[in-house]
């Protein structure tokens, strides 16, 4: 039993007795880790949002094919509606537009994600 108390009081001494050098030195590592950890964390998550744009892209360009057949469908539609025509031109136009829209997202996200990368090889 002596031998315990012994091994016990031995490492609360050395608990009691650590310089303030060595104090400090561990929570920088404490600290260092702690940052790497958080980078590490937000990098996952923009290459989560990263994969659901690139998702997004891509359902936006089968809504313009979509939008396309449609249009090409109400061109040989009998009889001929103009207004119709043009509803699904504008379908196709808005369909476009929300593809160029979904893409200049994703190219953020991917510039912010390489930032990240970039910033944790610089980092750590």
Do not use: C, H, W
Not at 51 to 69: L, M, P
Not at 83 to 102: G, H, M, P, Y
Not at 106 to 122: I, R
């Amino acid at each position: 039993m002596s031998k315990k108390v012994t091994t016990t009081s031995a490492k609360y001494k050395d608990l009691i007795t650590k310089s303030e050098t060595q104090v400090q030195a561990e929570l920088v590592d404490l600290t260092v880790e702690q940052a790497a950890n958080t980078l590490e964390q937000g990098t996952l998550a923009v290459k989560s949002q990263l994969i659901s744009a690139e998702s997004e892209v891509k359902k936006a360009q089968v809504a313009v094919s979509t939008a396309e057949r449609e249009l090409d469908k109400t061109k040989s539609a009998s009889p001929l509606n103009v207004q119709n025509i043009l509803d699904a031109r504008t379908d196709v136009q808005q369909a476009t537009l929300n593809v160029q829209s979904k893409q200049e997202s994703y190219e953020q996200l991917k510039s912010a994600y390489q930032f990240l990368v970039d910033l944790k090889s610089e980092l750590f």
